[in-house]
């Protein structure tokens, strides 16, 4: 197989400090949070992949930081202290990546990357360590907690942290059932437009926009969803925590 590693991307243990998880005991809160890996890939190129691991109830999900949209990898799974997982590129779609990874030291792992190239049937291995990103690492960092009463009437208080990297934005969702990163978040004067996807309960994609208006340290909108055919809207309001 050939020259594809630009878009792999390794799932590490470790959470970053500003990644609030509710999670089952301590190794499952360290698997939450934000990396940077160091790899070779196969043709010999030194990388520096990002991804980022959350959770959905109670399935891992974790996302390689592309140029436009977190891409999602499948399968992602805690076999005692390994996390596996699996992805098939954008950039190179025939490409089936496996991937396992343990916590090796504090904010460090390490791990192997078995590939295979589902055209000609090419396999291998690889070999990868990962450091996770504190947010000494972003430029500017904010937080923000909501206040929502959900379609089925359920109280949620979620935190979203935004921050920024080579000036380019990014944010994270922290709820009590999700942990994960949002798919776009756009600034406007006072305006602010938040797009990211989630699962329900029962595993159905769930794709909701947050529009709101910033008022000094509080923000106030409407949030937008869609569930298979259904949708519809909700209010939302919230305060800078930090």
Known sequence: MKRFLMWTALVCFAMPAWVRAESSDDLD?????????????????????????GRQYQKYAAWYISSDQPEAFRDVQRKGDILVSTIQPQEFPNVTVTLEAKLTADDKCAGIATYRDNNDGDTGTFSF??????????????????????????????TITVVTKQGKMYAWYSSRDHQLPVRSISVQGDSVVVSMTAESAEGKPIDVTLRGTVTGE??????????GSDSGSFPFQGKRAS
């Not at 360290?30 to 790899?39: A, D, K, N, P, R």
């Not at 430029?139 to 909501?146: C, H, I, P, Y």
């Open 218 to 227: 509080t923000v106030t909108g409407t949030a937008e969803y869609r569930i």
């Open 129 to 158: 360590t990962g450091q996770r990103m504190t947010l000494s690492a972003f430029e500017d960092v904010t937080t923000w907690k909501l206040r929502f009463v959900s379609p089925d009437q359920e109280q949620h208080e979620p």
């Open 29 to 53: 809160r360290q698997i939450l949070g934000v990396w940077t890996l160091e790899l070779t890939d196969p043709e010999g190129v030194r990388r520096t992949p990002a991804v980022i691991v």
